[in-house]
């Protein structure tokens, strides 16, 4: 069973920053590309980053340059450093390999006031 724990996620002003973090049970190494995805209230889940082992990255149209997805092999974390947050930020933010496993963790709720 795959365990992923986010965290870090919490209230931000718009215009903010907030860092997530997030902690694998699973063989980090075994995976090549991790990704953090959101999930807003009534709405499907979305890619938000993806980095690969190479250190590619790739991010959705709607947070492209203000979030910033990064990894710590040694410490095998992946992180997700947000700025200039906007209210439509709000959401669960999950970690999980991309393509994803079926296993999700519980998410980090970010909520951004306006």
């Known amino acids: 069973q795959v365990q992923l724990v986010e965290s870090g996620g919490g209230l931000a002003p718009a215009g903010g920053s907030l860092r997530l973090s997030c902690a694998t049970s699973i063989n980090y190494f075994s995976i090549n590309t991790w990704a953090w995805y959101r999930q807003a209230s009534g709405k499907p889940r979305e890619l938000v980053a993806r980095?690969?082992?190479?250190?590619?990255?790739n991010y959705a149209e709607s947070v492209q340059g203000r979030f910033t997805i990064s990894r710590d092999d040694i410490k095998k974390r992946v992180y997700l450093q947000m700025g200039s947050l906007k209210p439509e930020d709000t959401a669960v933010y999950y970690c999980n390999a991309h393509p994803s496993y079926s296993d999700w963790g519980q998410g980090t709720q970010v909520t951004v006031s306006s």
């Open positions: 980095m690969s082992t190479a250190g590619s990255t």
